[in-house]
């Protein structure tokens, strides 16, 4: 079954607007939650990660919100720009750092 | 630079031929890890390694063997491929389980 669940699978957003993308966990025991972006013909490349022992973690435009009771987790992108358009991934790991779940990403365009 | 390489980008085989898509990162981590990638399924974990000779199944492992002899390197192996491997692979290695992945520029294989 799918470890992390993310949602939406696509997204359409204004340039300019805001882009929020939501993941959801049942593992208590993850503790490591990135966001990697992938461009078309690229690998993924991480862009922001969060532990839980915070709530928020911003790195300029790109915001991720940590809700531990909810086990829910989403990365902002504000001022959204059309070279933010990507696949976005959400991303679990745990403690012991073994096993690596991947949501099933979000297709990010953002129109001009 | 920092990187990680694998190689080919882009493989055609028949079903039953053996193959091999070798990987290497020149950043001295601990942890390698193979994902295939397919639309609407995001990225799963083939095999992860948290350092030499030791290996690790992750999500989706059958029809694929790995080794780790040397830090290094974390070669793919698929013995007798079948169509249902046709899938965009991608090599990733991080200092720990839990820390920032760099991934490689992704094997395109398709079995026929």
């Known amino acids: 079954q799918q470890q992390v669940k993310q949602s939406p699978q696509s997204l359409i957003v204004q340039k300019g607007g805001i882009s929020i993308i939501n993941c959801a966990y049942e593992?208590?025991?993850?503790?490591?939650f990135p966001w990697y972006q992938q461009f078309p013909g690229k690998g993924p490349a991480l862009l922001i990660a969060?532990?839980?022992?915070?709530s928020e973690k911003k790195e300029g435009r790109f915001t991720i919100s940590f809700n531990k009771s909810a086990k829910q987790f989403s990365l902002h992108i504000m001022d959204s720009q059309p070279g933010d358009s990507a696949t976005y991934f959400c991303?679990?790991?745990?403690?012991?750092?073994?096993?690596?779940?991947f949501g099933t990403g979000t297709s990010l365009t953002v129109i001009p | 630079e920092a990187q990680v390489t694998q190689n080919p980008r882009y493989l055609i085989t028949v079903t039953g031929k053996k193959l091999t898509v070798t990987c290497s990162q020149n950043?001295?981590?601990?942890?390698m890890s193979w994902y295939r990638q397919d639309p609407g399924l995001g990225l799963r974990q083939i095999y992860y390694?948290?350092?030499?000779?030791?290996?690790d199944k992750g999500d989706v492992p059958e029809g694929y063997k790995v080794s780790r002899k040397e830090k290094r390197n974390f070669p793919l192996i698929l013995e007798s491929p079948s169509p249902n491997q046709t899938s965009l692979y991608f090599c990733?290695?991080?200092?720990?389980?839990?820390?920032?992945?760099?991934f490689g520029q992704g094997t395109r294989l398709t079995v026929v």
């Open positions: 950043m001295n981590h601990e942890y």
């Open positions: 969060i532990r839980p022992d915070v």
């Open positions: 990733a290695s991080s200092l720990f389980g839990n820390t920032e992945a760099f």
């Open positions: 593992n208590t025991a993850f503790d490591y």
């Open positions: 390694s948290m350092n030499v000779e030791v290996t």
């Open positions: 991303a679990a790991s745990t403690i012991t750092g073994n096993q690596f779940y």
